[in-house]
Each structure stands twice: as C-alpha cells, then as structure tokens.
C-alpha cells in the first residue's frame, strides 16, 4: 500500500499568497518563495501552486514566478491557473514543475485530459474538482471560482476523467473552503471509492485530527490544506507527527519527530515527554539526521 501524502496548497492572485475563505474572501499573506522554502523544510511531501485568478483573467501560466518557486522547491510541485493548451502545460514544466493542476480546461473539453495524459503521461495530469453540497446528500461540480453550477455529479466527472487519462483527483469543497470544519468527509469518501486514482483532499482543514480523518475516514489517498499552515511554525511537521501516532502510513523524514510529545488536535503541544524518553527521542534523532 502506498503511503499517505501531505500536500500543502499555495493560493495566488496573480504572485501575491493568499488564504482563501469560501472562494469569496482573501487574505493576503506574503510571497510565494519564501512559503515554498519554508514548507519544503518543513518535511512537506509535495507544494500545490494555484493562480486562481489566471484563468478568469486571460492570463497564462506566469513562468518566471513557477521557476522562481521551483529554484527553492525540493519536492514535487504541481502548478495550476491559466493552464489550457498542450504549450502551457509545456512551459510550465520547462519552468521546473512536475504536474499540472487544470479544472476549467478540463471542463470546457475534456478531451483535453486526454491529449495531456498522452503527450507528458497520466502521473503529470491532476484534474482540480470544486464542489458545492446543494442538498442533502447532493453534490454539483462547480466552475469559475465556484461561481458556476456545471449540474455535474463529482464521482461520475471524476471517473469520467479517470477514464481520459487523469492521474489524480484534487477534490475540493467549496462549502469548507476556510471554515476550519474540517473535509467534507462524506463527499471525499463517496469519490474516493468512485475511482482508483489517487484523490487529494482539500477544504476546511482547521485541526490536525482533521488530516487523520481525511486519510482514515475519508480514504483519501492524500490530504492537503493551505490556511492552516500559514499560522503554526513546523505545522507540517506537527501534522505528520500526528497522523503518524493516529497509525497512518506516511513518509516523516525530519529528524524532529516530536516523538513522546502529547498534542491537542489543533497541534499544540501539551506535554512534553519524561526525562527517559526525552532522551531517546534526543538519541534517536541524532542518530536519524546522521
């Protein structure tokens, strides 16, 4: 079984960082490299890069920020935003990105999928899914920044782009986005059993027993937030470590394990460990980082 990953989602309008709260507020937050250095020694598995208002805006993917980012990016980096030809897709990995992130691409020609699946293969095309919750257990796949109902069902257009050559899933919820509520475990579940590629998990992540239940309850393959990881120093790490003692298989490289530490679910330290296994945990990070 492969391991669970810890993706952590970078948000831009234009080359400004921002935190997004139900696709309709912004907070500025600062640069994209510098967040890109630090999550990338923060022990993160990949960095999602969006521009979320490239597409809206008729702008094509910014290579000169993508290289940037990717000079300081030591793991994979997916990039979206702008992204609707085979020569963006192109660039954009000239400029050192190892996946491309499309939604309304893929939706206004789906066809699309499969022209990129053929030409840079399946593992590089990662179809970006929004979705609102309409009614009880009814979901709708939405575009435009969430703005427009497609009357879609987010499992049948996650197989279908399954079917056309899609590697993975970035499935979004646009009713968590920013709520703090944590992932829409139902939806996330519901499309993960729907397909066999790998669904990423995104919206509402306001805890780190939030990830633990993406992973555990929702089946996702990966989970991945971005706002939260904007406020608490070494977060990914604190949430690798978290998902590690819920007893999920995930990659925790950093010889700072914060083994023995006791944490509350918002990954704040409660406890720290006795003198002995302080010790340990000294001795076995030492010997870790050797």
Same mark, same amino acid.
């Given at each position: ?26 907070? +500025? ?8 250095? /630090? ?15 490239? *597409?809206?805006?008729?702008?094509? &993917?910014?290579?000169?920020? %993508? ?30 990105? $190892? ?10 020609? &789906?066809? /699309? ?8 293969? *399946? ?5 970006? %899914? ?5 009614? &009880? @257990? @009814? ?8 703005? *427009?109902?497609? @009357?879609?069902? &987010? ?13 993975? %899933?970035?499935?979004?919820?646009? $009713? ?7 992932? $829409? ?12 590629? +790998? ?21 996702? #393959? ?9 406020h608490i120093e070494h977060s990914t790490i604190v949430a690798k470590s978290f998902l590690k003692k819920s007893g999920i298989?995930?990659?925790?490289? *950093? ?9 509350? $679910? ?18 076995? #990070? ?5």
């Amino acid at each position: 079984m492969l391991k669970k990953r810890l993706i952590s989602a970078l948000l831009l309008q234009d080359e400004l960082l921002v935190q997004s709260f139900g696709f309709e507020r912004y907070l +500025p937050i600062g640069k994209a490299k510098i967040a890109v250095e /630090f999550m990338t020694n923060w022990d993160i598995d990949e960095i999602l890069l969006v521009d979320m208002t490239a *597409t809206r805006e008729g702008r094509k &993917p910014n290579l000169d920020l %993508i290289s940037g980012v990717s000079a300081r990016c030591f793991v994979a980096l997916t990039v979206g935003g702008g992204i609707s030809e085979i020569a963006d897709i192109q660039g954009v990995i000239r400029a050192g990105a $190892d996946k491309v992130c499309i939604n309304k691409a893929a939706l206004a020609n &789906p066809e /699309f999928i499969t022209s990129a699946a053929e030409v840079f293969g *399946t593992q590089c095309v990662v179809v970006s %899914i929004d979705v609102k919750r309409h009614t &009880p @257990g @009814g979901y709708e796949v939405f575009s435009d920044s969430g703005t *427009t109902g497609t @009357g879609l069902d &987010p499992v049948a257009w996650a197989r279908r782009c399954e079917e056309l050559g899609a590697g993975e %899933i970035l499935l979004n919820s646009i $009713d968590r986005d920013g709520s703090r509520e944590g992932y $829409d475990l139902e939806l996330v579940r519901v499309v993960s059993a729907g397909v066999r590629i +790998p669904v990423i998990a995104l919206g509402g992540v306001g805890t780190m027993k939030h990830f633990a239940d993406g992973a555990k309850l929702g089946n996702a #393959s990966a989970v991945a937030a971005g706002n939260i990881f904007h406020h608490i120093e070494h977060s990914t790490i604190v949430a690798k470590s978290f998902l590690k003692k819920s007893g999920i298989d995930i990659r925790l490289s *950093t010889a700072a394990k914060y083994t023995g530490f006791v944490f509350d $679910d918002a990954g704040r330290i409660l406890k720290k460990p006795d003198e002995e296994l302080e010790q340990i945990w000294l001795t076995r #990070s030492r010997l870790e980082a050797i």
